[in-house]
C-alpha cells in the first residue's frame, strides 16, 4: 500500500480546508488510517483516525469538533477537513495506514506501518 497526501497549500484564517490521503498499490479494505502533522521543532502530532471496515473515528481532544475524518471507498480516499482554520493549524499534515491491525493507542506512532508523504499547510491570519 503506498498513501499519498494531497490538499496542502496558502488559506487564510477562518477558512475551510480539506485534505486527501489516497491508497494505491492494492485494494485497502480493513486496518485504520490516520492524520498526523509536525510543525517545525514540535513532535509530531496525532490528529484523527478511521477504521476502514466499520468507519469508526478517533480523534485527538485538541482537535475535536474542528477537525472532521471521513473517507470514500470506492476511491480508496480518506479526507480530513479542518474548519474553521487558525495559524496554529500550520504544519506538514501526513497521513498513516495500519495495515495489520495493531493493537496500540491510535495516536501511537508504532501503530502504522504505512506512511506517506506530507503536505504542506501555512495558514495566514
Known amino acids: 500500500v503506498q498513501l499519498q497526501a494531497s490538499g496542502g497549500g496558502l488559506v487564510q484564517a477562518g477558512d475551510s480546508l480539506r485534505l486527501s490521503c489516497k491508497a494505491s498499490?492494492?485494494?485497502?479494505?480493513?486496518?485504520?488510517l490516520a492524520w498526523f502533522r509536525q510543525s517545525p521543532g514540535k513532535e509530531r502530532e496525532f490528529l484523527a483516525a478511521i477504521t476502514w471496515g466499520s468507519g469508526n473515528t478517533h480523534y485527538a481532544d485538541s482537535v475535536r469538533g474542528r477537525f472532521t475524518i471521513s473517507r470514500v471507498d470506492a476511491k480508496s480516499t480518506v479526507y480530513l477537513r479542518v474548519n474553521p482554520v487558525t495559524p496554529e493549524d500550520t504544519a506538514v499534515y501526513s497521513c498513516?495506514?495500519?495495515?495489520?491491525?495493531?493493537?496500540?493507542?491510535?495516536?501511537?506512532?508504532?501503530?502504522?506501518?504505512?506512511w506517506g508523504q506530507g503536505t504542506q499547510v501555512t495558514v495566514s491570519s
Open positions: 498499490g492494492r485494494t485497502f479494505r480493513r486496518g485504520d
Open positions: 498513516a495506514a495500519d495495515t495489520f491491525g495493531y493493537d496500540i493507542n491510535y495516536g501511537s506512532n508504532r501503530k502504522y506501518d504505512v
